[in-house]
């Protein structure tokens, strides 16, 4: 029999059933049958300890012997206070007010709002749009479809029920680049800025490393840049660490590897280790204080039902202790060593016919090919190794579960590589 389960992203003509998932442990999750399969993509990144892990399940079993829900309007809890204070604490200095959601797309739909609220608020009413990067991804919610690559993008179709924003061009310039190579990806971006920075409440971006459209890797000095073009053109900075934070680049967040912060920086995925579904948009007093006021207009007009749930909020304390006590930043940097190591030290690998690009960046690495119908075939392959591997378009790519032993990642690079022998 069918199931009425309608997957995400999936062809209904031609997708093949979905494996049944029983649990998991460790860096593997097991199937019905008994197969088990070793994760490559940490769940959509989220899974970062991997499955089952006994710290994370307890807090979530007595957490929820205490207390599973209660309305953040007007009320307040003990896993909410502290966990906004904690993410104060880890988070770039400056930071220093949180507002709750329940997915990375809400998450940057609350600061796109922020965005246009501050700006109003401060009689600027006519900056009302967005600046984006073409290969972002910023979720698939409306007023984030709308910040997501045009072009390139999934959701290309939808063009016309969306808002229209601005875009500049994805940066170029790799993580190592010398300054000169970041500054033509910043004329650019001033380029936007300067035709359009009246109308422009923020400018967004996926800081270091632009995931879903592309694992495009940029300069830590094209972060520093964008700021200083922020504040010349009284632009709010949006940092959508959905992804890269929690360790995904090496450091805790993107932002660290330029010392900097931005006005706004929203999480989720890693939050809560991936055990629930949470997020928290972050904001400094600049932007925090515009809402202090005497109008009704000051109020922030948002409020997610599950916002704040103590069942996500103390599975993220537990999460951040983990990381912290078991030196999690230690375990990336020996994964981005691996990495390199296997991947791109690999002449033969990189001079392949097929690839075009082979990049690394904390516990991430994609092998980019020259057409995407040269994948086909590579999921099933993976599988048959016993691993999960899950490349969309020209990206054949890792984002392990930082527990991922050793040998477990030798495997994973093995099976990458091994498709193109
Ligand atoms: C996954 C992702 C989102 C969306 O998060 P959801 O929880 O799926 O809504 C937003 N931004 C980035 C960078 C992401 O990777």
Redesign the pocket.
């Known amino acids: 029999m069918t199931s009425p389960v309608w997957h995400p992203y999936a062809h209904l003509k031609s997708q093949s059933p979905a494996p049944k998932v029983i649990g998991g442990e460790g860096p593997r999750f097991i199937l019905e049958g008994g197969e088990q399969l070793l994760d490559a993509t940490c769940s959509?990144?989220c899974m970062i300890h991997g499955y089952a892990h006994p710290r994370l399940v307890a807090a979530i079993r007595e957490q929820a012997g205490e207390l599973c829900h209660v309305m953040l309007g007007g009320l307040t809890h003990e896993p909410a206070d502290r966990l906004a204070r904690e993410l104060v604490r880890v988070t770039p200095e400056g930071l220093d007010h949180v507002f709750f959601s329940d997915?990375?797309?809400?998450g940057?739909e609350v600061a796109m709002k922020m965005a246009v609220q501050y700006h109003r608020l401060r009689g600027n009413p006519g900056k009302h749009r967005m600046l984006s990067l073409m290969k972002a991804?910023?979720?698939?919610?409306a007023g984030?479809m709308a910040v997501c690559d045009p072009e390139e993008g999934m959701h290309s179709l939808f063009s016309g029920y969306l808002p229209r924003h601005h875009f500049a061009p994805a940066p170029a310039a790799p993580f190592d680049a010398e300054p000169e190579a970041v500054s033509a990806d910043l004329a650019a971006l001033r380029a936007v800025l300067e035709q359009h920075h009246h109308e422009i409440a923020a400018l967004l971006m996926?800081p270091l490393l632009q995931?879903?459209g592309g694992l495009n890797m940029t300069s830590p000095l094209y972060l520093k840049g964008a700021q200083a073009l922020c504040e010349e053109f009284d632009v709010l900075l949006v940092f959508?660490e959905?992804?890269?934070g929690f360790g995904r680049t090496g450091k805790l967040f993107a932002a660290d590897h330029a010392d900097m912060a931005p006005d706004i920086m929203?999480l989720?995925?890693g939050l809560t280790g991936g055990y629930l579904?949470h997020?928290a948009t972050l904001a400094n007093d600049k932007v925090h204080d515009a809402f202090i006021g005497d109008s009704p207009a000051h109020a922030f007009m948002h409020g997610p039902t599950f916002m704040g749930n103590p069942l996500a909020c103390r599975v993220a304390l537990e999460s951040l202790a983990v990381f912290e006590d078991e030196r999690y930043l230690e375990k990336i940097a020996g994964l981005n060593r691996l990495l390199r190591e296997e991947l791109l030290e690999d002449e033969a690998l990189r001079r392949h016919p097929q690839v075009r690009d082979v990049r690394v960046l904390g516990a991430t690495a994609v092998i980019e090919v020259k057409n995407a119908a040269d994948l086909e075939g590579v999921a099933n392959l993976a599988r048959a190794r016993g691993v999960w591997l899950r490349p969309f378009g020209r990206w054949l790519y890792t984002m392990p579960a930082y527990i991922t032993p050793e040998e477990d990642m030798r495997h994973i690079t093995g099976v990458m590589k091994g498709w193109f022998q």
């Open positions: 959509w990144w997915s990375g797309s809400v940057m991804y910023h979720g698939d919610t984030c996926e995931a879903a959508d959905v992804a890269t929203v989720s995925k579904g997020a």
